[in-house]
């Protein structure tokens, strides 16, 4: 295969982007989205100040544009996000105890049941868990309205769109070692143990400098597929820039498919100029549209030949 999504298919994984709906009148974006990914996440326009903008009017244009453009094109939907503590509503912000459960549960479920049937993957919970060494979870609203609001998260998930695959989603947890990971781990074991319908991990994948790709990244994953749930990485992007840059993505691309539950891979953007790391070059694809070093060593390490351009 010569695409990304086409050499994935071969390994039994789908290779996804995320996709901005005001970009969808730009022909090398969409040129390059059309040709090279077969599952796509809407980058903001599935969050629940898009979504819900006042409480209890929901507003889809942008999203439906995203997932029609998808569906059109055969490519998978993930859908992101149905429960965080970011990207609020402004009505949402300052409620608190059993009104703003009521209102996270009835967005859960208003949404995704809205797009029941459409939906690969569902993020249902987002970012829960603290940065640093506590092991605890994230301070928020959410949070205060009692420790197991991401379990009813999942619960009327569940209970709204039967056939979707429901994941937890986080960033900084690709380390074993690190105590948000071990947290994250926790959870997903106590879920699983006690029946609460969880199905895939999303690993965000956000690398820089600072937070390069753990050596032991496989082993994470593959823990994580142990417990017998998918782990899907979901919104990869590795700062940096040639041969460096191009090893790290090669690295987590074999990560993945040395896990047998690691189902696809989604990079957070397609051009370095459509990031949200607004001065950086993270991404597969240049300003221009042009194939970075970074591609060819994913699509090497997919089993995919590269073909030059004329
Ligand atoms: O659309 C408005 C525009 O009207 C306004 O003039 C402008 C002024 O700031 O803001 C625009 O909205 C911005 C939006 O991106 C669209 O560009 C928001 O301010 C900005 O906060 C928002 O950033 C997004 C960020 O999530 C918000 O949390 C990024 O694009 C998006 O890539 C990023 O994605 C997150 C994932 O959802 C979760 N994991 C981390 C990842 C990276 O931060």
């Known amino acids: ?24 009148s730009d022909s090398t974006y969409v040129g390059i989205l059309n040709r090279e990914f077969d599952s796509v996440t809407a980058e903001n326009e599935m969050k629940i100040d898009a979504l819900e903008p ?121 380390n074993w070692q690190h105590a948000k990971t071990q947290a994250v781990y926790r959870m997903v074991q106590d879920f699983k143990s006690r029946g609460v319908p969880i199905d895939c991990v999303g690993f965000q994948a956000h690398f820089n400098s600072g937070n390069p790709v753990p050596n032991n990244y496989h082993t994470t994953l593959q823990n994580f597929a142990d417990l017998g749930v998918d782990v899907q990485i979901t919104e990869l992007d590795i700062e940096g820039s040639g041969t460096s840059q191009a090893e790290q993505y090669r690295g ?19 051009r370095d100029t459509d990031s949200w790391r607004a001065s950086g070059t993270p991404l597969l694809f240049d300003g221009g549209g042009n194939k970075k070093a970074a591609y060819h060593a994913v699509l090497a390490a997919l089993g995919g030949s590269s073909t030059n351009p004329p």
């Open 54 to 174: 006042n409480q209890n009017q929901f507003v889809y244009t942008n999203a439906d544009r995203i997932v029609n453009h998808a569906i059109n094109q055969g490519k998978k939907v993930r859908g992101h996000t149905l429960a965080w503590h970011s990207q609020q509503p402004g009505w949402m912000q300052n409620m608190s105890g059993s009104t703003l459960r009521n209102a996270m549960l009835n967005h859960v479920t208003r949404v995704a049941t809205y797009y029941r049937g459409k939906i690969h993957s569902w993020d249902v919970v987002n970012e829960a868990f603290a940065d640093g060494s506590s092991g605890a979870r994230r301070d928020s609203n959410l949070q205060r309205t009692g420790n197991d609001w991401i379990e009813a998260a999942f619960r009327a998930a569940r209970a709204a769109d039967p056939g979707a695959k429901l994941c937890y989603n986080d960033y900084n947890t690709d």
């Open 252 to 270: 987590v691309t074999q990560a993945c498919l040395a896990v047998a539950r690691c189902t696809g891979i989604t990079v957070w953007g397609i």
């Open 1 to 24: 295969a010569t695409t990304l999504a086409g050499a994935a298919q071969e390994k039994g994984r789908y290779f996804g982007t995320a996709v901005a709906a005001n970009r969808l």
